[in-house]
């Protein structure tokens, strides 16, 4: 339903704020912190309880659960305009991965990483020779520019077939790509645009892959810090304006801009516009007293056999996650996934019985994360966009569906919508 509200009469109406924001997701924080550098008032509206959107951490029994597995990339350099690194005390990933395939796990390093690994590297059944060398090649393309850039998607290609057209064996996009890029994209078809892909390829390979201590929540927490009272929690737009928004209170805050902040199938039935597709996830979290694996590695179902797409010991890779004694399991599945979510939990513990053997039968299930807009789809069709968008209404929109679909494309779409309104304003 369209929760409009139409424009003040008066041209010379009193304005409560400058900038009001609709949602305290990663693109909001970053469009306000922006504005408030610059000068402007701003005030954000979160219905949640907490700042973050899909980036939160829940608290279980002394657990801490990301809202769905997810790691922060060092490469992205959006996010250390706005906060310093040393305060996330990030725990990193182990460089590769370990992947299940003919009913065994075989390690695949990153010998560029880990150069004495590099025998590992070559011995890996996971791969051909000629894809590794492949893979070699591809990294040294994307690290010879220093700039990351963004993608700017032609429309023409998909991921797989870039992966093909580059000449990697069905064997190994089968094994690794799809299992790998399965858990980036949530997709393991593997329709994502090549340009993202390749935006992507190149901020791993660049930086490590990484979680907060404390979980994923803590960096929407940082970036919202400075903000203070500016930031409202815990009460929900119910109705927008080009000059307004109206609270479920009943109350008016009247601004000159008004920003759309939230993800996109709640801005849509603030605007009216049709909502876009966006991808399902599930991850379901497990306390175990012993890790089945002791090493800060992501598994990877190499073999497509599900529902589990991948999987991490998350409390080997960053502190502050678990209980003393404790360690947390993360198994995430993906689409193709689409069964009730009750039905994943068991189906996943079958699976890990078949990883891990009879120890599974011991953890013990905190919670299973259902995200039904975990991220949204990718329209390789679409022409690029600079990130944000400002309907016919006045009002602007930002959020990764605006811009690419990562922490990166949701700090970037905040930061350049609140470099046009600024510039805007100063005319």
């Given amino acids: 339903m369209t929760s ?16 009001v924001i609709v949602g305290a997701g990663l693109a909001g924080l970053s469009c306000a912190r922006y504005l408030a550098a610059g000068g402007l008032a701003v005030r954000v509206f979160e219905a949640e309880a907490e700042v973050g959107g899909r980036v939160r951490t829940d608290e279980v029994d002394g657990f801490r659960l990301d809202r769905g597995f997810q ?17 996330l005390a990030l725990g990193r990933f182990e460089p590769g991965s370990r992947i299940w395939q003919g009913g065994a796990f075989h390690d695949l390093p990153d010998a560029f990483r880990e150069p004495g690994r590099i025998g590992a590297a070559l011995r890996s059944p996971v791969a051909p020779l000629a894809d590794k060398l492949r893979v070699a090649r591809m990294r040294s393309t994307a690290l010879m520019g220093a700039d990351l850039g963004e993608p700017s998607d032609d429309g023409r290609r998909s991921t797989l077939d870039e992966l093909r057209a580059r000449g990697f064996s069905e064997r190994f996009i089968d094994g690794f790509f799809r299992p790998f890029l399965g858990g980036v994209f949530l997709d393991r078809a593997l329709s994502a645009p090549a340009s993202l892909f390749q935006y992507l390829f190149r901020c791993f390979a660049s930086g490590d892959a990484t979680i907060p201590a404390g979980g994923m929540g803590r960096l929407p927490e940082a970036i919202a810090e400075p903000l203070g009272d500016a930031v409202t929690t815990g009460i929900r737009v119910r109705a927008v304006g080009p000059d307004s928004v109206e609270l479920e209170n009943g109350s008016r805050v009247r601004a000159r801009r008004v920003v759309i902040a939230t993800e996109a199938a709640a801005a849509a039935a603030l605007t009216g516009e049709a909502s876009p597709s966006s991808t399902r996830a599930v991850t379901a979290w497990f306390a175990a007293r012993t890790a089945p694996i002791e090493r800060p590695v992501l598994l990877l179902d190499g073999a497509g056999e599900g529902p589990v797409n991948h999987l991490a010991v998350v409390t080997e890779v960053a502190e502050g996650l678990a209980p003393e004694g404790w360690s947390l399991v993360a198994a995430s599945g993906s689409e ?37 807009h975990a991220l949204p789809s990718v329209d390789r069709s679409s022409a690029p966009t600079p990130g944000f968008r400002v309907g016919s209404d006045g009002i602007v929109r930002v959020g990764d569906h605006e811009a690419f679909a990562a922490i990166q494309g949701a700090l970037r779409s905040g930061r350049r919508a609140a470099e046009w309104i600024l510039a805007e304003e100063s005319d």
């Fill in 4 to 19: 409009r509200i139409p424009p003040t009469e008066s041209a010379d109406a009193e304005v409560d704020i400058d900038v």
């Fill in 71 to 87: 790691v922060l990339l060092t490469a992205y350099d959006e996010v250390w305009r706005l906060v310093d690194r040393d305060r």
């Fill in 336 to 372: 193709p996934f689409t069964g009730p979510v009750e039905t994943f939990v068991p189906r996943a513990l079958e699976q890990m019985n078949r990883w891990f053997g009879a120890d599974v039968e011991r953890w013990g299930h905190l919670k299973t994360h259902e995200i039904p």
